[in-house]
């Protein structure tokens, strides 16, 4: 196996000197540079092209979900593992999304550590066991969003981008002209297709996922 080259971007001091520890008898994994934020390991990545940079999230000056984007950005040769201590779902779908191509708890063990580096270098995702069942149900969360939205028509989320902002069934009747009646059944499909039980849920389930854009009732 070809060595591979690693930056670990943390501001713990702890962190890094236990990775070197995991790494001094493995040939094939080599810390080739440290720092203690984005802004440094920016300068470092630059420095010495690294395989993989390993970054924790919480981090002063430029956090690790900001770094791991302008490293997608500038360097598509180096491939990023999140190595956190916040493993809620936020952070990981956020590291997802900047470009990261794994993502472990700091309390992985050394084979977990080891693995994910490995499968990160060749490109291939990698998430710890428990954090692939949230990203997993995030994911089914957000595809049954967009079955969601698909079945509503056209009709409908003009109705609903009327209800969120504020009109009234008269008032949205009106304004599309057509019968107050008319509006009440497109808002009863609606509601039931979004699984709304009132107004307040309407405007909270479809802004929640923004199936319309905030806006304001004109005056």
Do not use: W
């Amino acid at each position: 196996m070809n060595k591979i080259n690693i930056i670990v971007v943390d501001d713990h001091e702890i962190v890094i000197n236990g990775l070197k520890l995991f790494f001094q008898d493995n040939e094939s994994l080599c810390i080739v540079s440290q720092a203690a934020n984005g802004i440094e390991a920016l300068v470092e990545i630059e420095k010495h092209k690294p395989d993989v940079v390993i970054t924790d999230v919480s981090m002063p000056n430029m956090n690790g979900i900001e770094l791991t984007k302008l490293i997608t950005d500038k360097y598509p040769g180096v491939n990023v593992l999140v190595f956190s201590m916040h493993n809620d779902d936020e952070y990981v779908m956020d590291a997802l999304t900047a470009g990261a191509m794994g993502y472990i708890p700091k309390d992985s063990d050394e084979h977990e550590i080891k693995e994910a580096i490995i499968n990160v270098s060749k490109g291939k995702m990698y998430f710890s066991t428990s954090l692939s069942e949230i990203l997993a149900k995030k994911l089914l969360v957000k595809e049954n969003t967009k079955n969601v939205k698909k079945q509503l028509t056209e009709r409908e989320l003009e109705v609903l981008d009327l209800i969120v902002k504020g009109y009234s069934n008269k008032e949205i009747a009106s304004l599309l002209s057509v019968s107050k009646r008319t509006i009440d059944n497109h808002r009863t499909n609606l509601m039931y297709k979004i699984n709304a039980k009132n107004t307040a849920d309407v405007v909270r389930i479809a802004l929640t996922n923004k199936y319309v854009k905030i806006g304001k009732k004109k005056t």
